[in-house]
């Protein structure tokens, strides 16, 4: 099973290169954990800025509170 997954991911990357861009493949499977720490840190880059500007406005709009 894992060299026919790492032919097919070579393959794979080999046609990618033809789109031209910032195009990455790699392998996935969430029920074996086959990539998930990749595909977080992806996502981690593409989403985190615009969450932490999202926290940073609620920050901003939030009155502070005084109790004591």
């Known amino acids: 099973k894992s060299g026919a997954r790492k032919q097919t991911l070579l393959k794979i990357r080999k046609q990618v290169e033809t789109f031209g861009g910032d195009v990455s493949?790699?392998?996935f499977s969430s029920l074996k954990g086959?990539?998930?720490d990749q595909l977080r840190a992806k996502l981690d880059t593409w989403?985190?800025?615009?969450?932490?500007?999202?926290?940073?406005e609620?920050?901003?709009?939030?009155?502070?509170?005084?109790?004591?």
């Open 47 to 56: 989403f985190a800025p615009a969450l932490a500007h999202l926290i940073e």
């Open 34 to 36: 086959l990539g998930v």
């Open 25 to 27: 493949v790699d392998v």
């Open 58 to 68: 609620d920050d901003l709009e939030m009155p502070e509170s005084n109790e004591e």
